[in-house]
């Protein structure tokens, strides 16, 4: 395994630091034949719009993008389920040929009169781009005959990568803002973004706001509301987590509603009392009683699981991990989660970071962390190898080649099925981490403990 | 009520698929390479496609499963993706080092017209198939088909791209297993053995996608057909392709080619399957079938006949792929339950004839559709209920909001182990689904006894 070799042209995404200067290629699409881990821009308008459990999701393309996203991201809804549904023109050869906007026309309108949504998105899939069917004005003319918003996503899987995607979500859900009423909205009312409500967090980060006394106009998208999203600029501010899915919609309501967005992070302690406080401190001027119900929340929200960490910190003092996330922004978080913890981080990387991000995560690494951009698994098992990692944090295609190596995992995307966010996300996260990293399994492995 | 938005009324439908019972072809082209020793498949279209192909398989199998992508851009879209296949067969071999190379296209490359074996024939021109090495490419768009079909087309490249004859009629015999787990594909060799058949079985994903826990990461596990065997195929004595649709088009395909005469038969799930693959077996090998092989026949005809009182009439919703369906309707049938309500998403009017066939006698209604969802399938049960169901993971919505048992049969199984190593083909096989069924009807009898009916022996 020590032997391979690095696509030549991949050397400028790999970087070790302490070795050379630095200057991350990233932010570009993958070569053509390479083992990349990523996925497409409808891939990314799907995950992001997808937990909007009262609107319509219809698929238009072949078959196939809609089968293998259904219902697998996991985001919980405390009410309507429509969201779970799969929806597919099933586009077949003749209509390939002809054009499928009379498909699309007959199967939105259908749709809507079945299941009366508060708003339907149409996500146009590669061939849909090829094929020319104008989905806008379809979708124009079906909204003003059924009187609900009807959005088309530009998520053609060859438009770009995966951050394309989320940003054609964020312009379909930009149509949406500003069209709801925000008459009653008290002026200490924030909204959630980039929080997608996997295994419940949204429900857990929302209670800490309304604990501090504030309001949650809209989560973005995590149990999400059509209703709620159209009067999110009703909101005194955005809490932008997950940087890469939500910065270019929070962007856009501070151009167009003058709304300030702060960036945060709900994984960890240390980041996730910074979240609040920074959220605090905004109210600070006008709302002085909001610091001090977070510093009391804070106080015992760290009160209360502190003596465990510390327990499973002893434990695992000293191991290695190794992270490979979606967005670089997550990978921040788990670093100083992970040091909390007492292991080292000696392996980064991302699929979507961009130069900004790998600037900030190489001053957060140590001297000697292999840091990557949209590696591929055998550069993965490398480095995890060489580097003697006990753990490895990653999504679905990462965990059988961690198992297969002998290496703990943790899923850390759509797979999780605890809670990773704030202070209770925290002991999960420790709790699954131990698990894992100390999992008796390891005796019987033919390599002996790691 | 996850599935709260399916209505009891059903009004038909033309332009729209709800809760698919099918997905595209790539992904069958995928698994089916996957079961060619040292072969990296390829999807030639944008990378999304792959990134599904391989989660979705990843999920079902627990596996590491690579593959490679040409990562379409704009430029491709409309420039052809010529470039860019050759660069990713130059940077495939050079990096990665298969032994082999399984293209497979996608709704975008097969819109915009790429001509693969051209795009071969330059590779070829320009050096960049090292000697030694191998490639081959079926087409599968996605718009045509489903899953079912991309399978079948990659096992028939097979064929296409390696059997030869070499003038003489070897005593060994080739079978294609069709769309089977990795566990059914051992046990399939396994009974070839057992008859002292010499055999080439391809694709053959046993010890691909159920492989050990070594320490090791291997980019290519130890299983797979070789293309030496492949190209052997061609001198074989006869094919026995199990699954009409997934085998079919590949025993053909030989027949024509190399003429290597073929019997297409079920796959061989349940009683009467597995004697047609037997008896096929022995005749075309001219071996006589041993007593161990008996034996278990012996053992799976006693279950059937000590548990018969809880087969009997019970109903069965079935949802799967063709080849599954026909021969799990015959074995239900046989061993007396009722299937009633039997749902593809795969459009195949051969389908619907053969499944009326083989529930001629059955004593109810029979609702039959190919090119259905489980949106249908659901409305079917809402309103008929059944006592059990067959079918993938995404049955166990339907199992929940209905309060219905179910066993999981099929692909994708996202939430459960087994499939990989305990299979559902031959006798051995039939006794494992004997048995699932069973625990999941007995089980529900048990759960539904009130104390008074609650019985200890049954």
Same mark, same amino acid.
């Given at each position: 395994?020590?032997?391979?070799?690095?696509?030549?042209?991949?050397?400028?995404?790999?970087?070790?630091?302490?070795?050379?200067?630095?200057?991350?290629?990233?932010?570009?699409?993958?070569?053509?034949?390479?083992?990349?881990?990523?996925?497409?821009?409808?891939?990314?308008?799907?995950?992001? +719009?997808?937990?909007?459990?009262?609107?319509?999701?219809?698929?238009?393309?072949?078959?196939?993008?809609?089968?293998?996203?259904?219902?697998?991201?996991?985001?919980?809804?405390?009410?309507?389920?429509?969201?779970?549904?799969?929806?597919?023109?099933?586009?077949?050869?003749?209509?390939?040929?002809?054009?499928?906007?009379?498909?699309?026309?007959?199967?939105?309108?259908? +749709?809507?009169?079945?299941?009366?949504?508060?708003?339907?998105?149409?996500?146009?899939?590669?061939?849909?781009?090829?094929?020319?069917?104008?989905?806008?004005?379809?979708?124009?003319?079906?909204?003003?005959?059924?009187?609900?918003?009807?959005?088309?996503?530009?998520? $053609?899987?060859?438009?770009?990568?995966?951050?394309?995607?989320?940003?054609?979500?964020?312009?379909?859900?930009?149509?949406?803002?500003?069209?709801?009423?925000?008459?009653?909205?008290?002026?200490?009312?924030?909204?959630?973004?980039?929080?997608?409500?996997?295994?419940?967090?949204?429900?857990?980060?929302? $209670?800490?706001?309304?604990?501090?006394? +504030?309001? %949650?106009?809209?989560?973005?998208?995590?149990?999400?509301?059509?209703?709620?999203?159209?009067?999110?600029?009703?909101?005194?501010?955005?809490? %932008?987590?997950?940087?890469?899915?939500?910065?270019?919609?929070?962007?856009?309501?501070?151009?167009?509603?003058?709304?300030?967005?702060?960036?945060?992070?709900?994984?960890?302690?240390?980041?996730?009392?910074?979240?609040?406080?920074?959220?605090?401190?905004?109210?600070?001027?006008?709302?002085?009683?909001?610091?001090?119900?977070?510093?009391?929340? %804070?106080?015992?929200?760290?009160?209360?699981?502190?003596?465990?960490?510390?327990?499973?910190?002893?434990?695992?003092?000293?191991?290695?991990?190794?992270?490979?996330?979606?967005?670089?922004?997550?990978?921040?978080?788990?670093?100083?989660?992970?040091?909390? +913890?007492?292991?080292?981080?000696?392996?980064?990387?991302?699929?979507?970071?961009?130069?900004?991000?790998?600037?900030?995560?190489?001053?957060?690494?140590?001297?000697?962390?292999?840091?990557?951009?949209?590696?591929?698994?055998?550069?993965?098992?490398?480095?995890?190898?060489?580097?003697?990692?006990?753990?490895?944090?990653?999504? %679905?295609?990462?965990?059988?080649?961690?198992?297969?190596?002998?290496?703990?995992?943790?899923?850390?995307?759509?797979?999780?099925?605890?809670?990773?966010?704030?202070?209770?996300?925290?002991?999960?996260?420790?709790?699954?981490?131990?698990?894992?990293?100390?999992?008796?399994?390891?005796?019987?492995?033919?390599?002996?403990?790691? | 009520?996850?599935?709260?938005?399916?209505?009891?009324?059903?009004?038909?439908?033309?332009?729209?698929?709800?809760?698919?019972?099918?997905?595209?072809?790539?992904?069958?082209?995928?698994?089916?390479?996957?079961?060619?020793?040292?072969?990296?498949?390829?999807?030639?279209?944008?990378?999304?496609?792959?990134?599904?192909?391989?989660?979705?398989?990843?999920?079902?199998?627990?596996?590491?499963?690579?593959?490679?992508?040409?990562?379409?851009?704009?430029?491709?879209?409309?420039?052809?993706?010529?470039?860019?296949?050759?660069?990713?067969?130059?940077?495939?071999?050079?990096?990665?080092?298969?032994?082999?190379?399984?293209?497979?296209?996608?709704?975008?490359?097969?819109?915009?017209?790429?001509?693969?074996?051209?795009?071969?024939?330059?590779?070829?021109?320009?050096?960049?198939?090292?000697?030694?090495?191998?490639?081959?490419?079926?087409?599968?768009?996605?718009?045509?088909?489903?899953?079912?079909?991309?399978?079948?087309?990659?096992?028939?490249?097979?064929?296409?791209?390696?059997?030869?004859?070499?003038?003489?009629?070897?005593?060994?015999?080739?079978?294609?297993?069709?769309?089977?787990?990795?566990?059914?594909?051992?046990?399939?060799?396994?009974?070839?053995?057992?008859?002292?058949?010499?055999?080439?079985?391809?694709?053959?994903?046993?010890?691909?996608?159920?492989?050990?826990?070594? *320490?090791?990461?291997?980019?290519?596990?130890? *299983?797979?057909?070789?293309?030496?065997?492949?190209?052997?195929?061609?001198?074989?004595?006869?094919?026995?392709?199990?699954?009409?649709?997934?085998?079919?088009?590949?025993?053909?395909?030989?027949?024509?080619?190399?003429?290597?005469?073929?019997?297409?038969?079920?796959?061989?799930?349940?009683?009467?399957?597995?004697?047609?693959?037997?008896?096929?077996?022995?005749?075309?090998?001219?071996?006589?079938?041993?007593?161990?092989?008996?034996?278990?026949?012996?053992?799976?005809?006693?279950?059937?006949?000590?548990?018969?009182?809880?087969?009997?009439?019970?109903?069965?919703?079935?949802?799967?792929?063709?080849?599954?369906?026909?021969?799990?309707?015959?074995?239900?049938?046989?061993?007396?339950?009722?299937?009633?309500?039997?749902?593809?998403?795969?459009?195949?009017?051969?389908?619907?004839?053969?499944?009326?066939?083989?529930?001629?006698?059955?004593?109810?209604?029979?609702?039959?559709?190919?090119?259905?969802?489980?949106?249908?399938?659901?409305?079917?049960?809402?309103?008929?209920?059944?006592?059990?169901?067959?079918?993938?993971?995404?049955?166990?919505?339907?199992?929940?909001?209905?309060?219905?048992?179910?066993?999981?049969?099929?692909?994708?199984?996202?939430?459960?182990?087994?499939?990989?190593?305990?299979?559902?083909?031959?006798?051995?096989?039939?006794?494992?689904?004997?048995?699932?069924?069973?625990?999941?009807?007995?089980?529900?009898?048990?759960?539904?006894?009130?104390?008074?009916?609650?019985?200890?022996?049954?």
């Amino acid at each position: 395994m020590s032997s391979i070799s690095i696509l030549e042209e991949r050397q400028a995404q790999i970087h070790t630091k302490g070795t050379a200067p630095f200057n991350m290629s990233c932010d570009k699409k993958s070569l053509a034949g390479s083992v990349s881990q990523r996925a497409c821009v409808f891939c990314g308008s799907r995950v992001v +719009l997808y937990p909007i459990a009262d609107a319509l999701h219809l698929i238009h393309g072949p078959i196939g993008c809609a089968s293998y996203t259904w219902d697998i991201r996991g985001s919980l809804s405390s009410g309507p389920e429509l969201h779970r549904m799969s929806f597919s023109t099933d586009l077949q050869e003749r209509d390939i040929i002809f054009g499928g906007e009379k498909k699309l026309y007959a199967s939105l309108v259908s +749709l809507i009169d079945k299941y009366s949504p508060k708003a339907a998105f149409v996500y146009a899939t590669c061939i849909v781009g090829l094929i020319g069917d104008d989905i806008d004005s379809i979708c124009r003319k079906v909204a003003k005959e059924k009187g609900i918003p009807v959005l088309p996503v530009h998520s $053609e899987g060859f438009k770009g990568t995966k951050k394309d995607g989320y940003k054609a979500a964020c312009d379909a859900m930009a149509n949406l803002v500003g069209t709801g009423a925000i008459e009653g909205i008290r002026p200490t009312s924030i909204n959630i973004m980039g929080e997608f409500n996997i295994a419940g967090e949204a429900w857990t980060i929302r $209670e800490y706001y309304e604990r501090m006394g +504030l309001d %949650v106009v809209s989560v973005f998208t995590g149990d999400g509301r059509v209703e709620n999203i159209k009067r999110s600029h009703g909101a005194a501010l955005n809490v %932008v987590q997950c940087s890469g899915s939500m910065m270019h919609l929070a962007q856009h309501m501070k151009a167009k509603y003058g709304i300030p967005f702060k960036r945060v992070s709900y994984f960890g302690i240390e980041d996730m009392s910074k979240a609040l406080y920074d959220v605090a401190e905004f109210f600070q001027k006008d709302y002085p009683e909001v610091m001090e119900k977070t510093q009391t929340l %804070v106080r015992e929200e760290v009160k209360a699981i502190y003596p465990i960490l510390k327990r499973y910190k002893e434990r695992l003092k000293g191991k290695k991990a190794a992270i490979y996330v979606g967005g670089a922004f997550k990978a921040f978080s788990m670093i100083k989660a992970l040091r909390s +913890l007492g292991m080292d981080v000696v392996l980064a990387g991302s699929q979507t970071g961009t130069d900004e991000d790998y600037q900030v995560l190489r001053e957060m690494c140590d001297d000697g962390t292999v840091i990557v951009d949209d590696a591929n698994p055998l550069e993965l098992s490398k480095y995890s190898i060489e580097k003697g990692v006990s753990l490895f944090v990653g999504g %679905v295609k990462e965990r059988p080649m961690a198992f297969k190596l002998g290496i703990g995992f943790c899923d850390h995307n759509h797979e999780r099925k605890l809670s990773l966010a704030g202070y209770s996300g925290m002991l999960n996260f420790a709790k699954e981490v131990y698990a894992s990293v100390t999992s008796p399994v390891w005796q019987f492995a033919p390599y002996g403990k790691r | 009520m996850l599935l709260r938005h399916t209505p009891k009324e059903i009004p038909e439908r033309k332009a729209l698929t709800v809760n698919p019972a099918k997905t595209c072809q790539p992904i069958g082209a995928m698994y089916a390479s996957l079961g060619i020793h040292g072969c990296l498949p390829h999807s030639h279209g944008s990378q999304g496609c792959y990134a599904y192909h391989r989660s979705t398989l990843t999920r079902h199998y627990k596996e590491p499963v690579l593959a490679a992508t040409s990562s379409f851009t704009e430029g491709a879209s409309v420039f052809g993706g010529q470039a860019n296949l050759l660069q990713a067969i130059n940077n495939i071999f050079t990096i990665y080092d298969p032994e082999v190379i399984a293209v497979h296209t996608t709704c975008l490359s097969e819109t915009i017209g790429d001509d693969i074996p051209q795009i071969f024939g330059k590779a070829e021109s320009e050096g960049k198939i090292p000697e030694g090495k191998y490639v081959l490419h079926a087409n599968t768009p996605s718009y045509v088909g489903s899953h079912v079909h991309g399978f079948a087309n990659m096992t028939k490249a097979m064929v296409d791209y390696f059997a030869t004859s070499n003038g003489h009629k070897e005593k060994c015999i080739n079978l294609i297993p069709g769309w089977v787990e990795p566990s059914d594909m051992k046990e399939i060799k396994r009974i070839a053995a057992e008859m002292g058949v010499k055999s080439i079985l391809f694709p053959d994903t046993e010890n691909v996608l159920n492989g050990p826990q070594t *320490g090791k990461f291997n980019m290519y596990p130890k *299983g797979g057909v070789t293309i030496d065997q492949l190209k052997k195929t061609g001198s074989s004595r006869g094919t026995i392709a199990l699954g009409r649709m997934t085998s079919g088009p590949a025993a053909k395909a030989l027949d024509a080619k190399c003429k290597v005469p073929c019997e297409i038969l079920d796959l061989p799930i349940g009683l009467k399957a597995t004697d047609r693959f037997v008896d096929a077996m022995r005749k075309m090998a001219g071996v006589t079938v041993p007593d161990s092989l008996n034996l278990e026949r012996g053992q799976m005809l006693d279950i059937i006949t000590d548990m018969q009182a809880y087969f009997y009439h019970k109903k069965v919703a079935l949802v799967g792929d063709p080849d599954q369906l026909e021969a799990l309707t015959e074995f239900l049938v046989d061993i007396d339950m009722m299937p009633i309500h039997i749902v593809t998403g795969t459009k195949n009017k051969a389908f619907e004839k053969r499944i009326k066939e083989l529930t001629a006698d059955v004593p109810h209604e029979v609702n039959v559709k190919s090119g259905g969802d489980m949106f249908l399938f659901h409305q079917w049960i809402k309103n008929e209920p059944v006592d059990l169901m067959i079918g993938n993971t995404y049955v166990k919505y339907i199992s929940k909001d209905e309060d219905i048992p179910f066993i999981r049969h099929g692909f994708p199984i996202l939430d459960r182990i087994g499939h990989s190593y305990f299979p559902t083909v031959g006798y051995k096989g039939g006794m494992r689904l004997l048995e699932k069924i069973l625990d999941a009807l007995m089980d529900r009898q048990d759960r539904d006894a009130t104390d008074i009916t609650m019985e200890l022996v049954m």
